[in-house]
């Protein structure tokens, strides 16, 4: 039985809002490493590039550090990438140059450190005994580049991530790519009412959110309430909902508000909207439960269960939001799904074209700019 | 010695090629010439205002009888055709199209007329000084009166012709458009790839100077933290126009900072300066593009958590590819791939038009042939030579912090400026 199942059916739905001041603790600076929270805390952390630079060190204590840990990602080698499709040296020292940029107050500063006097000192957003402990993890746990900046930059978006939270992937860019290239000529779909199931940190929701600006909205869903509160904090940084907070349960949209979050399992939590969304787009759990454990180490030791293993083929969830598609969407609505590959995209466009009834036309296999076959799309009838 | 004795022989030499300026002569073509009266400052040839001064007030070029013929027959085409809209304008019945069109076209020609009615006024008033100074031939002190005002106005006259001319002269569209800075290392190995790294520093500088917005585009460092390739997009005002010129192969003669022996080397890094476009002016069609990512083997997706964004861009119809892979996001990269891609397809077509056209326009500078030499910066002389205009300028370590590019801008673009002229000359006798 999958824990997301176990969870999804048991708890009660559960409002964001009930904790008005969540907001302020979000933009609370985290101010040294003791104070902060735990990876499994509920707290969403503050990304390192937000934190204020109340450290200092000098030029030739940092430039000590860069050189140590310099050190250790060369030591890496290839053996990274034998072992598990891990990062090689290259990349690893390209991140140690972004942890400079994220980490000083001068983000430029990575460039000249080797030409800075000696003495001078740098400010920074935290000390340099814990930046000697999150490279070490980066290297010897193989933590994710991302949670230890506690960021990904994705699109043209710096979302905040954090343990408990997928990273959101590369791949997954051309799901807006492709609800955008929608909107340009069909301007129903964009003043409609869109759903981002299984929201993350809610990367897709705020890719289609910047586009919709003040035209549609967008909900999104998720299961996990880690997941929602990080997602909350992007939405809010990006100004798609001014307006947290307010009563209980919000089942209408602010006038403000672009993005609505709520918590629940896959369509359970919208069931006020069905038959009225214009699109549906999901970036759902789908590694066969057997290829878990032999994941890249960055991905099978760090990243959520939840997020990312799909039952036994990984098509639980894809069917379940095939099945759902149906009678969510009105006539002429969207959807976009992620997969795993050519094998889940040809059974989902069969499943969509013979056993979801007559309810759908166009469904295409879309590749990924790696050439492949990453999503399927189509139209409900 | 240095730039002064250089550069304005140079100079007065090449105008002189240019617009011949014996009146005995019979034989220098149709008769169109420019005289110039160029008078060297007095001092200090490494002064960087130098050049300033020199393209304006001490460089004042008087227009021949025949230049000024020929603009005159322009200007009055302009009056005509600016008289004629007015009078459609004014016309009831005009449709609200035609309307609109010519109220278009007016606004368009509007600084010309302005200029015009400008000149034509002080034609008038020179001309009555004339008649009042051959009526009062008796009246010495309205005489010299009058002749000081005539002087003037005549000053005022030929200030308002240069400026009318310049407005004339074709201008590249492209002038005003934002650039694609890249620099490569050439010849010379790590010592090349060092002084492409100075050489990219020196045009950020250079642009922070003038307030332009410079953003690396893409690098590529060598072993010893140089850069084998750079790009920069910069934008700001007239950003094109000024660099446009920087095209071609710049040559470093110094000590390496790997040379044991104390021994100069020579290497050379190219640059090239492109006008941005977008993908509308290029007609880009998303069927003639590639876009590939890294892939790092396996499935990709959900399997994979890779900071590796790189993407390349390739133009299947050209065979272009761009590749960037600096920035954390991958749609980032796309973003800035399609923006040099852009650039580099609008630049193609610019030299296919440029060279269908006369020879003369292809031989223009800034026509953007990256394998000519163009600049020498000798460090042991402390020295940066532009082989085009010949200036030597005396202060090479200004020139790398971006200071006194200036003097070789200027001049280039005074002698861009000279080219048009001649054409200007040319296109209206044949
Ligand atoms: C692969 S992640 C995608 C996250 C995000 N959309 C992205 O692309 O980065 C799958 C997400 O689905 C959520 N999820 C898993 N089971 C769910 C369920 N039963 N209902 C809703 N969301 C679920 C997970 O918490 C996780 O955030």
């Known amino acids: 039985m999958r824990l997301s199942f176990t969870i999804g059916h048991g708890v009660p739905k559960f409002s964001l809002f009930l904790r008005p001041t969540l907001s302020r603790h979000l933009h609370r600076p985290i101010y040294s490493s003791s104070t902060l929270p735990s990876p499994t805390s509920q707290n969403p952390q503050t990304p390192l590039f937000l934190r204020p630079p109340t450290h200092r060190a000098t030029f030739s204590d940092l430039r000590k550090w860069q050189n140590w840990a310099k050190t250790l990602a060369l030591s890496v080698g290839s053996s990274f990438v034998d072992m598990d499709n891990g990062p090689d040296s290259t990349l690893l020292c390209r991140e140690l140059k972004w942890l400079i940029e994220d980490v000083t107050e001068d983000g430029s500063i990575s460039e000249t450190l080797h030409n800075e006097e000696p003495e001078r000192t740098v400010r920074l957003r935290v000390g340099l005994e814990e930046l000697y402990k999150l490279w070490k993890q980066r290297i010897e746990e193989r933590r994710p580049f991302q949670y230890i900046v506690g960021c990904e930059h994705w699109r043209d978006l710096i979302l905040c991530v954090q343990e408990g939270v997928l990273i959101p992937r590369p791949e997954t860019e051309k799901i807006v790519d492709l609800v955008g290239d929608l909107f340009s000529d069909n301007q129903g779909l964009r003043e409609g009412l869109w759903a981002d199931l299984g929201t993350g940190s809610g990367a897709i929701a705020i890719g289609i959110g910047m586009i919709l600006r003040n035209s549609g909205r967008v909900i999104a869903t998720d299961l996990s309430l880690l997941a929602l509160e990080v997602a909350t904090f992007n939405v809010q940084r990006y100004g798609l909902q001014v307006s947290a907070g307010r009563g209980k349960k919000r089942a209408v949209f602010l006038f403000s508000d672009v993005i609505q979050l709520r918590q629940g399992s896959w369509f359970e939590p919208l069931k006020d909207v069905e038959g009225k969304l214009a699109g549906i787009v999901s970036n759902p759990p789908y590694i066969p439960s057997d290829h878990i454990s032999g994941l890249q180490a960055e991905v099978g030791r760090h990243e959520p269960r939840l997020a990312l293993d799909g039952g036994v083929i990984g098509m639980n969830d894809l069917l379940h939001l095939c099945k759902g598609a149906a009678s969510m969407l009105h006539s002429g609505g969207f959807f976009v799904f992620e997969t795993n590959g050519e094998q889940q995209c040809k059974f989902l466009v069969e499943y969509m074209e013979t056993e979801a009834g007559d309810n759908f036309y166009n469904v295409n296999i879309v590749p990924d700019f790696a050439g492949v076959p990453r999503f399927v799309t189509g139209f409900r009838k | ?430």
Not at chain 2, 75 to 90: V, W
Not at chain 2, 264 to 282: G, K, R
Not at chain 2, 375 to 403: K, L, S, W
Not at chain 2, 413 to 420: G, I, S, V
């Open chain 2, 1 to 430: 010695m240095g730039m002064r004795s250089h550069s304005w022989r140079n100079l007065l030499k090449r105008f002189q090629s240019v617009f011949p300026t014996n009146p005995n002569s019979k034989s220098y073509g149709n008769g169109s010439s420019i005289v110039f009266i160029i008078v060297p400052p007095p001092i200090a040839a490494s002064s960087p205002s130098f050049l300033r001064s020199f393209s304006s007030t001490e460089l004042q070029p008087q227009l021949s009888a025949n230049i000024i013929r020929i603009m005159e027959q322009r200007l009055s085409a302009i009056e005509h055709r600016s008289a004629s809209l007015q009078n459609l304008i004014n016309q009831p019945e005009a449709s609200p199209a035609d309307y609109a069109r010519a109220n278009k076209e007016l606004r368009k020609l509007r600084t010309s007329t302005d200029l015009i009615s400008k000149l034509r006024a002080k034609q008038k008033e020179i001309d009555g000084l004339k008649l009042l100074m051959s009526e009062s031939s008796e009246d010495n002190d309205m005489l010299s009166m009058a002749t000081e005002e005539l002087g003037q106005a005549i000053e005022e006259e030929k200030r308002l012709q240069n400026f009318l001319l310049k407005s004339l002269l074709p201008k590249d569209a492209a002038d005003e458009r934002d650039c694609i800075l890249e620099v490569r290392a050439g010849t010379g190995g790590e010592e090349a790839s060092l002084f492409a790294m100075d050489i990219f520093k020196m045009y950020e500088k250079y642009s922070q100077k003038k307030g332009w917005k410079f953003e690396v585009v893409d690098l590529t460092e060598s072993d010893l933290k140089g850069y084998k390739e750079a790009s920069a997009a910069i934008s700001g005002a007239d950003v094109y126009g000024k660099l446009k010129f920087e095209s071609g192969i710049h040559r470093v003669q110094r000590v390496p900072v790997t040379e044991k022996s104390g021994r100069v080397h020579t290497s050379a890094v190219s640059v090239a300066i492109l006008p941005q476009a977008d993908e509308v002016d290029v007609q880009l069609r998303n069927e003639d593009l590639r876009i590939d990512t890294y892939r790092s083997g396996g499935s990709g997706g959900q399997h994979a958590n890779t900071t590796n964004s790189a993407v390349r861009i390739t133009h299947i119809p050209s065979g272009i590819a761009v590749a960037i892979q600096d920035e954390r996001s991958q749609h980032m990269n796309k973003a800035k791939a399609l923006k040099v891609l852009c650039a580099k397809l609008y630049e193609m077509e610019r030299f296919r038009i440029q060279s269908s056209r006369s020879k003369l326009r292809s031989e223009q500078i800034g026509s953007g042939d990256r394998s000519e030499r163009i600049r020498t910066y000798n460090f042991p002389q402390g020295r940066v030579t532009d082989h085009r205009v010949n200036i030597t300028h005396h202060a090479v370590n200004d020139v790398m912090e971006g200071e006194n590019l200036d003097v070789f801008i200027d001049a280039l673009l005074l002698q861009q400026e000279m080219d048009a002229l001649t054409s200007f000359s040319s296109s209206q006798q044949n």
